[in-house]
């Protein structure tokens, strides 16, 4: 496997409206795209679909994000399955290529990606993948 890191920068948070509410708990989509750099020069919109709940730190997305850029030199795009859980507090995040979802010099890609926010809300990204 070959690691690619960097930061990244989100933009463009753009919830609509709940699209089915009950008992407290709403289902909604978001959209938001992000610039990394670093080993992915890139660009990506990202489409969430988020549950939340009454609890605070409960609740849950799962979203389809499409990256295009330069992965380590290598242009092309490929698309990410995003699935993550926050458990009162407790979070789980699962980040993994699409198989065959990748295009150009990326084609073959395969990986996961990890997400890391800094205390003061900056973000980084760990890819392990391979061609």
């Known amino acids: 496997m070959t690691i690619a890191k960097g930061p990244f920068d989100t933009a463009?948070?753009?919830?609509?409206?709940?699209?089915h509410e009950r008992d407290g708990v709403s289902l909604g989509l978001v959209t938001m795209t992000k610039t990394f750099h670093g080993d992915l020069e890139a660009t990506?919109?990202?489409?969430?679909?988020?549950?939340?709940?009454?609890v605070e730190d409960s609740r849950s997305y799962v979203a389809m994000e499409r990256i295009e850029g330069r992965l380590h030199g290598r242009a092309g795009s490929f698309v990410v399955q995003h699935d993550a859980?926050?458990?009162?507090?407790?979070?789980?995040?699962?980040?993994?290529?699409?198989?065959?979802?990748?295009?150009?010099?990326?084609?073959?890609?395969?990986?996961?990606?990890?997400?890391?926010?800094?205390?003061?809300?900056?973000?980084?990204?760990?890819?392990?993948?391979?061609?």
């Open 12 to 19: 463009g948070w753009d919830p609509k409206p709940p699209f």
């Open 85 to 131: 859980v926050s458990d009162r507090g407790e979070q789980s995040l699962r980040i993994t290529v699409v198989p065959d979802s990748a295009t150009g010099e990326l084609r073959g890609l395969r990986g996961a990606m990890d997400i890391a926010i800094a205390p003061d809300g900056s973000h980084a990204y760990t890819f392990d993948y391979r061609l």
């Open 44 to 54: 990506s919109v990202v489409t969430l679909m988020v549950a939340a709940t009454p």
